[in-house]
């Protein structure tokens, strides 16, 4: 589905009037008096890892442009010189994303922080009038991904999950041929993962925090603990605190292809697991297996 300009304006103005009676709701963005012909002003929150992609993209785009690169590492303001290259001006650099939700010229945010924050970022740009586009999983458990679903109905804003595999022409017209029939009643899909993990090590001391991370702001609604990991970052994925481990890094894309091949639209009536963190010893605390 391509979804334009119009089409976010569009959405962006029905929000006004609900924004409006909505006190804990910051000032509705005035995207709507915009042109439809101009471009899509985005905002990407976290710029490393899947970030970069997100930068890639956008910029790449004649619709849309970057107009700020936020990330609690200022490392990263390093990539403003390669989004100025590819699409002609340069993004402004800022460690606090919130800075960025009361600018009118901003229409999405685009955010590949890591999970513990997914759902937050995506509800306060909600409730200062954007659109999010928010990589998977889109919150960090259940409860904050049913207040992110409310907050974009009650504001008839859009928010789009990273499940990339979603618009693979080719996983598409192998969903439309199953769903056809002519395989006859499917009974089940089972999808693997079979992405080789090492060891993330463990340190005999706290790692310490570069002094160019605003390690406060990372940790933002998760639990600000000392880490026992060699790298902060990637890294936080096999944490409790701040990840969901593979199932939520890289098994949310097999689980949702083997229910979108079903047409499963329903919550499971039950889950079983079985696995632990098998293989070594380290830091981490999700389960390999």
């Not at 504001?155 to 056809?180: D, H, I, K, W, Y």
Request: aromatic fraction near 8%; proline fraction near 4%.
């Amino acid at each position: 589905m391509s979804l334009t300009r119009r089409y976010f304006l569009k959405s962006a103005a029905a929000a006004s009037a609900v924004a409006a009676a909505t006190h804990i709701v910051q000032d509705p963005v005035q995207a709507q008096s915009k042109a439809a012909s101009e471009k899509l002003g985005i905002a990407v929150i976290g710029a490393g890892g899947r970030g970069s992609s997100h930068l890639s993209e956008f910029a790449g785009r004649d619709d849309a442009e970057v107009l700020y690169i936020c990330d609690v590492d200022e490392a990263q303001a390093g990539k403003v010189a390669g989004v100025e290259k590819k699409q002609g001006r340069a993004p402004k650099f800022v460690q606090d994303f919130r800075k960025v939700l009361d600018d009118p010229s901003v229409d999405c945010i685009s955010t590949a922080t890591p999970n513990h924050w997914h759902s937050l970022v995506s509800i306060w740009a909600l409730q200062a009038g954007k659109h999010v586009y928010v990589e998977k999983p889109v919150s960090h458990n259940v409860w904050e991904g049913r207040q992110l679903l409310e907050w974009s109905r009650k504001l008839n804003l859009m928010v789009q999950c990273g499940t990339q595999s979603r618009s693979s022409p080719s996983l598409r017209e192998a969903v439309a041929f199953v769903q056809s029939g002519k395989l006859g009643k499917i009974q089940y899909a089972i999808g693997t993962c079979y992405k080789p993990r090492k060891s993330i090590g463990k340190l005999d001391k706290p790692l310490v925090i570069p002094a160019n991370i605003d390690y406060d702001m990372w940790c933002g609604p998760a639990e600000k603990v000392d880490l026992y990991r060699p790298k902060l970052h990637y890294d936080w994925h096999w944490d409790f605190n701040t990840g969901n481990g593979d199932m939520g890094n890289q098994g949310i894309h097999q689980m949702d292809i083997a229910r979108w091949f079903l047409g499963e639209q329903e919550l499971s009536p039950r889950v079983m697991s079985i696995g632990g963190r098998l293989g070594y010893d380290d830091a981490g605390n999700t389960p390999n297996t």
